[in-house]
């Protein structure tokens, strides 16, 4: 499978969130998402693993109880079932893989 780079697709996963899938396999899944400055994604868990890179902007990640703030070019895995949450502290591009698949991501894959 590929996915050649365009504007299309994204869709609105919370205020201030875009997401598109970009690729999957039968393990794993690449998401970018497009994040805008001031928005919180709220304290969550889920069952996939899930390991992300900062492209662009900056970023405070939680996971469990540690905070961290981010910066382009830094990278973080969260381990299955481990809450998280974000704050998107400057307009932000990240793109993270999930394993195994979020189901509900591929509704517009």
Request: glycine share 8%; proline share 5%.
């Amino acid at each position: 499978m590929f996915c050649r780079r365009n504007d299309d697709g994204y869709r609105q996963a919370l205020p201030g969130v875009a997401m598109k899938t970009l690729v999957f396999g039968d393990k794993m899944l690449l998401v970018e998402f497009r994040l805008l400055a001031g928005h919180v994604l709220p304290r969550h868990a889920h069952e996939q693993e899930q390991t992300g890179y900062l492209v662009s902007g900056a970023i405070r990640l939680l996971v469990g109880e540690e905070t961290v703030d981010l910066a382009p070019g830094d990278a973080w895995s969260i381990p299955a079932n481990v809450e998280h949450a974000a704050t998107i502290i400057a307009d932000s591009v990240a793109v993270e893989v999930f394993s195994p698949v979020r189901q509900d991501y591929l509704a517009d894959a």
